[in-house]
């Protein structure tokens, strides 16, 4: 629970950014298009807790295996939703609590514990697309910018304290307790009427994506019966998503109008399972779990279970043992972008980055939209001291995708390694720029102009974003004047 109530009150403070007219009486449910608050303007406040989750969250998953197995089903569900083009993204948490959270802007969260806890890919698929209508009908900005109750100054003071209490939960709640915001909090459980919509259009979305529609109810249906046995794990998502046995019933009856429909899980979606798994406790422990269940043959996926052993194996730094499993699971003639990325970072574990490389960018080609292998490869051209191929790859990357931060970063990284001080911290700048923090971009950018072996085209261009990024602060600046 320390991750909700942080992001909370890390939604309060965003929507300091936004004029104070977007706190105006939003629509009546089903008529989004004439509200006040403005998709835009949803969307920046979403981006600005993001940029905080990145920077303070210790439970975000840096993960771009996970990520990018996410976005992808995301993308695949959302292409059915009733706003295709809005534009979601997805991530992961770091805890074992079932959970999964919708943000302002289409931002969607999602625990490790529920990838977990999902018995099949539509059961998950079940609550990312619960998830999206939640996002597309508009719900989560209803619910926290129609409240009159609290003044600007009020959420101002919660946001602040908060944030300022980041590292202390008990702090974080007494705060809560003790101010005029406490009633905001429950302003973050969606009502019943928007819970029966999101429940109605994931449906719809699940049936249209190719997933079973079943998997929904099953995955609710289990989670109303467990929670008494996982209090702490279960009733995390059933706090801000009230599960009623009326919702449940209106789920079983949409399910019995529907020919019986077998739908296979995707190998990715065991291969992310078995990942969480192997990524668990220590790695000795994860390396004899998986040996056990391999010599007991209990496994619903062979390719998966030696996908996680391998993975465990490399944790342990047993690169030889690991590279087997990995040729096992290739004998299997199981084919994806996770098991090629790990072969290759076992190949350089075993000390042969020529391999590695070469895996990298023969799997690239075959899995062109995992973003995962891109950085894995940038990774392992600086790892092995590439740094000038390390470079013009993360540039030719970045024509494609301009705002893709691990993509600076690797190009800092690039410059770093070949003594490149002043284009070292002007690429910091971007990712520092990219996360919101313009005054972090504008330092940055102060230690490459003195850093004094830039050429004068470098130096034009970081003087040209000295002036871009100054006006931006000012903006901001004047924002938060406006604001209070």
């Not at 470079?391 to 970063?409: I, W």
Request: with cysteine.
């Amino acid at each position: 629970m320390r991750f909700r109530h942080r992001l909370s009150f890390l939604i309060l403070a965003a929507t300091l950014a936004c004029p104070p007219g977007v706190a105006a009486d939003l629509p009546e449910l089903g008529d989004v298009a004439s509200g006040e608050l403005s998709v835009q303007a949803e969307k920046k406040v979403g981006q600005q807790i993001m940029h905080e989750i990145r920077r303070q969250e210790l439970s975000y998953l840096d993960d771009p295996d996970i990520e990018s197995y996410l976005n992808q089903l995301g993308g695949r569900l959302s292409a059915y939703s009733a706003d295709p083009g809005y534009g979601f993204y997805f991530f992961g948490i770091n805890d074992l609590s079932i959970n999964a959270f919708a943000m302002p802007g289409g931002y969607i969260g999602v625990h490790t514990g529920l990838i977990l806890a999902a018995q099949g890919e539509s059961e998950l698929a079940g609550v990312l697309a619960h998830e999206i209508s939640h996002v597309t009908q508009r719900h989560l900005a209803r619910q926290v910018f129609q409240s009159k109750r609290i003044g600007m100054a009020s959420m101002l003071a919660m946001g602040l304290a908060l944030l300022a209490a980041s590292s202390n939960p008990q702090a974080a709640g007494a705060a809560i307790a003790t101010s005029q915001a406490g009633a905001m909090s429950s302003q973050l459980a969606f009502s019943r009427d928007f819970e029966r919509e999101s429940d109605r259009m994931g449906f719809e979305m699940l049936n249209k994506a190719g997933f079973d529609p079943r998997g929904m109810a099953l995955f609710f249906e289990r989670l109303q019966q467990t929670t008494r046995l996982y209090e702490n794990n279960a009733g995390a998502y059933l706090q801000t998503h009230p599960l009623t046995s009326e919702r449940i019933g209106d789920m079983q009856n949409r399910d019995q109008f529907l020919p019986y429909r077998q739908v296979p899980d995707s190998l990715d979606f065991l291969l992310v399972k078995a990942r969480q798994r192997a990524m668990q406790g220590r790695a000795d422990e994860a390396v004899r779990q998986f040996a056990d269940l391999l010599a007991e043959r209990k496994f619903q996926s062979e390719a998966a279970t030696r996908y996680g052993y391998a993975l465990a194996l490399s944790r342990a730094q047993q690169w030889e043992a690991a590279w087997r499993e990995i040729e096992a699971v290739r004998a299997l003639r199981q084919s994806s972008g996770l098991i090629e990325h790990l072969a290759a970072d076992i190949r350089i574990g075993m000390g042969d980055a020529k391999r590695g490389l070469q895996i990298y960018r023969e799997a690239m080609l075959r899995y062109p939209l995992d973003r995962s292998l891109v950085y894995g490869l940038g990774a392992a051209l600086v790892g092995s001291g590439q740094f000038a191929d390390a470079l013009r790859f993360a540039e030719s990357q970045l024509r494609g995708a301009p705002g893709d931060v691990r993509l600076h970063r690797l190009r800092a990284q690039s410059h770093a390694g070949m003594g490149h001080r002043a284009m070292q911290h002007a690429a910091l700048a971007e990712t520092f720029a990219l996360q919101g923090d313009t005054a972090g971009a504008l330092n940055q950018l102060d230690w490459a102009q003195k850093a004094g072996d830039a050429n004068f085209y470098e130096s034009s261009a970081i003087e040209a974003r000295v002036r871009e990024l100054k006006l931006r602060h000012l903006d901001e600046l004047k924002a938060r004047g406006n604001s209070g």
